[in-house]
């Protein structure tokens, strides 16, 4: 996978990273969008997303403080790898062969509840993070939150998958910073053309 793909993805921002970084709520970023004052475009979703030096001009224009992140560089994920984090096994392996198969460059890890992902994210930092919702212990939210907003997971691609049919979920895991949504049951061809675009994208 090219370096370029890597200084790209980690140079690019949410509305919900924004408003981490500069300590306001969610709604507040995306007024400062909304009006023009914070460059932007949208993704396919419609999601807002932000390139750093867009954010980096609007930080020093207001006057704010520039975050400490902002100002060094940040952990890169590793482009080169994907994990697989589900708690059912069969589907786990299932998605583990599959990009294993039509992915042979890519590293595939697996994991099988939130605590054990955690630990391997912080390790490994994949580029692309095949992630569940409803794992035992955790809640599914909090981890894609938490990978978006936290630059010591390197910001990888986020692949939602959930057999949760709550109206809205889709819209709620895109604006929390996921790439992608995929409902259960999962067509694999699907999920491998979502990847294999972001990396021709990028």
Known sequence: MSKELKTKRI???????????????NQTAINWI????????????????IYKDDLLAFIKTRGMRVPEILQQGEPSA?????????????????????????LPDVTVY????????????????????ILDLALPGVVGQE?????KTDPAFGRPFIIVITALSD????AEMLAMGADCFFRKPLTLSDILSSVTKAIEEN
């Open 78 to 102: 590793n482009w080169n790898s994907l994990i697989v984090i589900d708690d059912d096994e069969a589907l786990n392996n299932a998605i583990h062969s599959y990009f294993a198969k039509h």
């Open 110 to 129: 697996q994991s099988f509840d939130g605590f054990d992902a955690g630990a391997q994210l912080v390790e490994k930092k994949p580029g692309f993070v």
């Open 143 to 147: 981890i894609c939150k938490r990978i």
């Open 34 to 49: 909304r009006n023009g004052h914070l460059k932007a475009f949208n993704t396919p979703g419609g999601q807002y997303r």
């Open 167 to 170: 109206e809205g979920l889709e």
């Open 11 to 25: 140079q690019i921002f949410s509305a919900l990273e924004v408003a981490n970084l500069c300590g306001v709520v």
